[in-house]
C-alpha cells in the first residue's frame, strides 16, 4: 500500500524558512517522480515543484510563485523527499501534501502558517 | 491568466449522469498531457480518481470514468450518489510544470 506521510509544518514568521519532509513507502521511491503542491485555506489546489528520479537526471522545476525561494530535495537512502521553503511570505500559508508524479497518490498534508 | 480551466460549478441529481470537463489554453488536451482527475471533499485531503486520461485505481467507483472529448479531458459520472458530492480538479502535465485547474464543486441535488 502507498503510504506518503508529510511532517514539519508549523508557524513561522515572514520572512523565516521552514523545511517539510514526505516519508514515502509502498513503491519503489527512487525510480518515482515527486511533486509538491499546496492549497491555501479556502482556495484550490496549487502545483508548487517537481523533482525527477536520480535516473532521469534528479532535476527540479517549481511554480512562479515559489521560484528562487523553495527548494526540493530527495533522499532516495531514506525514501524521504524535501521541500526547503525560504523568504516565507503570507501568501506561502497553506496545506502543503506530496503527490506522486504518477498515478497522483497523495499523503495527508501538512499545515504550514506564515504569520508575525 | 487561467492555464487549465473547469466549470466553476455542476449540479446533477442522484442517479443522473454529467461529465466534468479540463481545458488547456495551450489547445486541444491529448493524452500526452496525461490527464488526472482528484476528488476533495471538505476538510479532506484530495484522493486520485483517474490517472493518464482513463485509467481508474483500485479505490474508484466503477460510475466514474475519464476520457478525451472534443479536445478537452472529461470526467464523467454516471448514475450518482449523494456521497458524489464535492470539488474535483483536473491536472494537466505540461512540460517543466504541472497545472491544477482551478475546480468543479459538483452537487448532487
Known amino acids: 500500500e502507498v503510504q506518503l506521510v508529510e511532517s514539519g509544518g508549523g508557524l513561522v514568521k515572514p520572512g523565516g524558512s521552514l523545511r517539510l519532509s514526505c516519508a514515502a513507502s509502498?513503491?519503489?521511491?527512487?525510480?518515482?517522480?515527486m511533486n509538491w503542491v499546496r492549497q491555501a485555506p479556502g482556495k484550490g489546489l496549487e502545483w508548487v515543484g517537481r523533482i525527477k528520479s536520480k535516473t532521469d537526471g534528479g532535476t527540479t522545476d517549481y511554480a512562479a510563485p515559489v521560484k528562487g525561494r523553495f527548494t526540493i530535495s530527495r533522499d532516495d537512502s531514506k525514501n524521504t523527499l524535501y521541500l526547503q521553503m525560504g523568504s516565507l511570505k503570507t501568501e506561502d500559508t497553506a496545506v502543503y501534501y506530496c503527490?506522486?508524479?504518477?498515478?497522483?497518490?497523495w499523503g495527508q498534508g501538512t499545515l504550514v502558517t506564515v504569520s508575525s | 491568466q487561467t492555464v487549465v480551466t473547469q466549470e466553476p460549478s455542476l449540479t446533477v441529481s442522484p442517479g443522473g449522469t454529467v461529465t466534468l470537463t479540463c481545458a488547456s489554453i495551450?489547445?486541444?488536451?491529448?493524452?500526452?498531457?496525461?490527464p488526472n482527475w482528484f476528488q476533495q471533499k471538505p476538510g479532506q485531503a484530495p484522493r486520485a480518481l483517474i490517472y493518464s486520461t482513463s485509467n481508474k485505481h483500485s479505490w474508484t467507483p466503477a460510475r466514474f470514468s475519464g476520457s478525451l472529448l472534443g479536445g478537452k479531458a472529461a470526467l464523467t459520472l454516471s448514475g450518482a450518489q449523494p456521497e458524489d458530492e464535492a470539488e474535483y480538479y483536473c491536472l494537466l502535465y505540461y512540460d517543466g510544470a504541472r497545472v491544477f485547474g482551478g475546480g468543479t464543486k459538483l452537487t448532487v441535488l
Open positions: 509502498g513503491f519503489t521511491f527512487s525510480n518515482a517522480w
Open positions: 503527490i506522486t508524479d504518477q498515478r497522483g497518490y
Open positions: 495551450t489547445g486541444a488536451v491529448t493524452s500526452g498531457y496525461y
